[in-house]
């Protein structure tokens, strides 16, 4: 028993040191965005691609995702001491190195949440027939099974301001870059920032496909997009599909993302 858990140590220590080099390694090229914005896409695309969602784990794209991460009862203690560990390595790795290229994507605001939400429905499902978010009053009764339960669930138990305030609470305080200093080329679908010893290019998700030169530019490689994770792949693409095409969006909702600073400096 004893033995076995030491090589259980052992093997995460040294995939630990393989990433936090990979961190540090100045060829390493950091796809940093909010995730379901085509980043699994681009990183597949290029060399030497590190993929991030969030350095700071309260940032999580998905908060019952980060608690079954966590384990439960005694065991939470421990693995949530170690996410954080190598989370603050993560961050010194990052901060540490002479020069960071960094590639960031947009995406309309309700489409990345629909996206991302099918893409931890089983984690929101659980949400809503446990309460452990505190969202509700109590517990979405498991016999509830309506064809709407699907709209009522994200409408209670996924947080909508998430792409709204990524790069306020996530990317700000970890690149010291206000994305929103500069202004946006929302016809070419592109812009490069560049402070310090971080120079970053974000690119809007739509017009990826158009920006394949500003990429190559921006590497110093050529790039070939092939796009992955897309939803039609998916086992729940056809409720996906359905979902999209039946959701309207609370008229308050849509006017608070229209008017967000993160929609008018990307979007028309």
């Not at 936090?20 to 796809?31: G, H, L, R």
């Not at 092939?226 to 409720?239: F, H, I, L, R, S």
Request: hydrophobic fraction near 35%; aromatic fraction near 14%; charged fraction near 25%.
């Amino acid at each position: 028993m004893i033995k076995k858990l030491i090589t259980k140590i052992r093997h995460r220590i040294k995939y630990y040191k393989k990433l936090i080099k990979q961190y540090s390694n100045e060829d390493t090229v950091f796809i940093y965005q909010m995730g379901k914005v085509g980043s699994t896409s681009l990183e597949s695309s290029i060399k030497n691609a590190v993929h991030v969602h969030a350095f700071f784990l309260k940032n999580h794209t998905c908060p019952v995702r980060l608690k079954g991460l966590s384990k439960f009862g005694v065991k939470h203690f421990f693995y949530r001491a170690e996410q954080e560990l190598l989370s603050f390595l993560l961050r010194r790795a990052f901060k540490q190195r002479s020069h960071t290229k960094i590639i960031t994507l947009v995406r309309e605001p309700q489409a990345r949440n629909i996206s991302m939400f099918f893409h931890d429905l089983d984690a929101y499902l659980y949400a809503a027939h446990t309460n452990c978010l505190n969202t509700r009053k109590s517990p979405l009764p498991t016999r509830s099974q309506s064809a709407d339960i699907l709209m009522d669930i994200f409408s209670h138990e996924f947080n909508h301001n998430y792409p709204l305030n990524w790069f306020d609470n996530e990317f700000l305080p970890m690149t010291g870059i206000n994305i929103y200093s500069q202004l946006f080329d929302k016809e070419a679908g592109y812009s490069v920032i560049e402070k310090g010893k971080t120079t970053v290019l974000c690119i809007r998700t739509d017009k990826l496909a158009n920006c394949t030169e500003q990429l190559e530019l921006f590497i110093g490689d050529n790039v070939e997009l092939k796009y992955e994770n897309k939803a039609q792949g998916k086992w729940y693409q056809p409720v996906y599909q359905e979902f999209k095409c039946s959701y309207k969006s609370p008229s308050d909702l849509l006017i608070k993302q229209k008017n967000s600073q993160f929609y008018k400096h990307f979007f028309d």
